[in-house]
T-cell receptor
């Protein structure tokens, strides 16, 4: 059974810092991996999706990498801002195509202090 | 605007009652999903449907039921058999071939269910 772990569970940084969020998964037979953002009491918004054949994806100040063989992904946030404060979740999609059975990690709660 | 609408935002259930959470999407997506999120936890899949009149159990389906009579609607009923229903419920949708196309999944704003 696929398990997804995110470290750290919570992170507090001053504005302007570069930071890295970590995601690890136990079964490397994945189709893709996604990073989501969740604001308190809200739904999830997709940030980056990395296909299993890709090594990284970038969007603005965000860069996500994938090392499928070691079961790891990182989300790098450059020059953090208070507006980046949210919970960040990673999710993996298994190789088989039955629906979208994403397995989620528990998230990293990020606070960026002005 | 296109999106997913969940209602109600807040719902209170008495012991022994069934309650239904509504989820409507106008994105023309074939696939729809229901997830449960407990405080400080990730999302767990309750039920999903890839096409009208068809749905499958997810990882924690016990105590829940769904229907998919229309493409745009996927209501979730939390029955009295669900012993610990207090949680945040998220509905989502995606194109049916999301796995192949790499398209992402879209989420509603969620519904809070509390047992009183």
């Amino acid at each position: 059974k696929q398990e997804v772990t995110q470290i750290p569970a919570a992170l507090s940084v001053p504005e302007g810092e570069n930071l890295v969020l970590n995601c690890s998964f136990t079964d490397s037979a994945i189709y893709n991996l996604q990073w989501f953002r969740q604001d308190p009491g809200k739904g999830l918004t997709s940030l980056l999706l990395i296909q299993s054949s890709q090594r990284e994806q970038t969007s603005g100040r965000l860069n996500a990498s994938l090392d499928k063989s070691s079961g790891r992904s990182t989300l790098y946030i450059a020059a953090s801002q208070p507006g980046d404060s949210a919970t960040y979740l990673c999710a993996v999609r298994p190789r088989e195509t039955s629906g979208s059975r994403l397995t989620f990690g528990e998230g990293t709660q990020l606070t960026v202090n002005p | 605007d296109g999106g997913i609408t969940q209602s109600p935002k807040y719902l209170f259930r008495k012991e022994g009652q069934n309650v239904t959470l509504s989820c409507e999407q106008n994105l023309n997506h074939d696939a729809m999903y229901w997830y449960r999120q407990d405080p400080g936890q990730g999302l767990r899949l309750i039920y999903y449907s890839q096409i009208v009149n068809d749905f499958q159990k997810g990882d924690i389906a016990e105590g829940y039921s769904v229907s998919r009579e229309k493409k745009e609607s996927f209501p979730l009923t939390v029955t009295s058999a669900q012993k610990n229903p207090t949680a945040f419920y998220l509905c989502a949708s995606s194109p049916r071939w999301a796995v192949v196309s790499g398209n992402t999944i879209y989420f509603g704003e969620g519904s809070w269910l509390t047992v009183v």
